[in-house]
C-alpha cells in the first residue's frame, strides 16, 4: 500500500473507523516526496537507532525502516495501533510503543531500545507539543541528530540570528546545545487535513561542547529569560526585574565592564555576549558570598 496516496488513506482509515484529533496535532503527510526527503535529511544507515515520535499511519516510519538499523516509534493515539499494525507488516526493524512521549524518560528509551545503535531522532512532530517535545530530547542529550518537521514559525525562531524579530529564548536555548538548520519548507496542501501553516524541516546537530565556555549554565539561561521576558526594556532593567539581589548599579556596570552600553537590548546580543554577562553577574553573586 503506498502511504501517502489520500484515496489508498481515506479507504484505510474508514476500514478501522478512524477520526482525527485535532488536539494530538494529527495532519498526516499525503505528498510523498516529503517523507522520503525527511529521512534522506537524518543521516540515517544501517548503525543508526531512529526514535520517531507520531508515527501516525507509519509514512515516514517506512521510509526510516528502509535505511535505519531499527526504529522506535513512539505513538499517543491508541486507535492508530491496528493501522500501524497492518501498514508496517513484515518490517522487523520497527518496533511500536505507544504512550506520550513526554512522559518518558528518553535517555533510558534510547540506551535500552536503541542499544548498539547510534541514536537520533526523525520525525514530523505534533506542533502542539513542539517545544516541551524538542526541549526533552535536548535535554535526554545522547540524540546526535534530531530532524524534524515543525511549523515554519517555529522553524524560524530557532534558527533566529541575534537581533532579528524571530530571536528568543527558546532558540537561544536550541542554539547553546545543538547546530541548527533549516532545510525546507512543506506547504499545507502536503497534509491531511491541511493545517492553517507552513511547516519546515529543521536538523539540530548536537554540539560536543557549548558555543563558549560559561562559568555556571543555569544562571546564563536565567539571564536569557530575564532578558527576552521584557525584550523592549533595556538589559539593565529587565535583568533588575529578575535579579532581585542585584542592585540597578551593580547591573548597569556589570553591562558596562563586558563592553556593551548601558542602553543596549538583551535582544541585541548574541550568545557570546550573554555568556559575557552571565559570567560578570556570577562574578558579583560569588563575591557576595
Ligand atoms: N508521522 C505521521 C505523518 O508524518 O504523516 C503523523 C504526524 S502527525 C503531525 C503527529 C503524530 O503525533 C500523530 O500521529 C499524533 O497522534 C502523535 N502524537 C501527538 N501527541 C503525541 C505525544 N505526546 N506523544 C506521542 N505521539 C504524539
Not at 150 to 167: D, K, L
Amino acid at each position: 500500500m503506498k502511504l501517502t496516496d489520500i484515496q489508498q488513506i481515506r479507504a484505510l482509515l474508514a476500514r478501522h473507523g478512524f477520526r482525527f484529533s485535532k488536539a494530538l496535532g494529527q495532519n498526516f503527510l499525503i505528498a510523498d516526496w516529503v517523507p522520503a526527503e525527511i529521512a534522506r535529511s537524518a543521516g540515517i544507515d544501517a548503525d543508526t537507532g531512529v526514535l520517531e515520535i507520531g508515527p501516525g499511519i507509519g509514512c515516514l516510519t517506512a521510509e526510516l525502516s528502509d535505511r535505519a538499523g531499527k526504529v522506535l516509534a513512539v505513538e499517543l493515539d491508541r486507535s492508530l495501533r491496528p493501522i500501524l499494525e497492518e501498514t508496517l507488516e513484515g518490517r522487523e526493524n520497527v518496533e511500536l510503543l505507544f504512550g506520550d512521549v513526554l512522559k518518558q524518560d528518553l535517555a533510558a528509551l534510547a540506551a535500552e531500545r536503541l542499544y548498539g545503535l547510534r541514536p537520533v531522532v526523525c520525525a514530523n512532530l505534533p506542533y502542539n507539543v513542539t517545544s516541551p517535545v524538542l526541549t526533552a530530547l535536548i535535554r535526554a542529550g545522547c540524540f546526535g541528530q534530531i530532524t524534524v518537521m515543525v511549523q515554519r514559525e517555529v522553524a524560524q525562531r530557532i534558527c533566529a540570528p541575534a537581533g532579528s524579530a524571530a530571536y528568543g529564548a527558546f532558540g537561544l536555548f536550541v542554539q547553546w546545545h545543538t547546530e541548527p538548520e533549516l532545510l525546507f519548507e512543506v506547504p499545507p496542501s502536503c497534509f491531511i487535513p491541511q493545517p492553517k501553516v507552513t511547516s519546515a524541516v529543521i536538523r539540530l546537530t548536537r554540539r560536543a561542547a557549548p558555543p563558549v565556555p560559561v562559568r555556571d549554565e543555569e544562571l546564563l539561561q536565567r539571564v536569557i529569560r530575564a532578558a527576552f521576558n521584557q525584550r523592549r526594556k533595556t538589559l539593565v532593567n529587565a535583568l533588575g526585574a529578575a535579579f532581585g539581589e542585584l542592585t540597578r548599579e551593580e547591573l548597569a556596570r556589570a553591562v558596562e565592564k563586558c563592553g556593551f552600553d548601558t542602553k543596549i537590548r538583551g535582544e541585541v546580543l548574541d550568545i557570546v555576549g550573554f555568556a559575557k554577562i552571565s559570567d560578570e553577574i556570577f562574578s558579583i553573586l560569588s563575591q557576595d558570598l
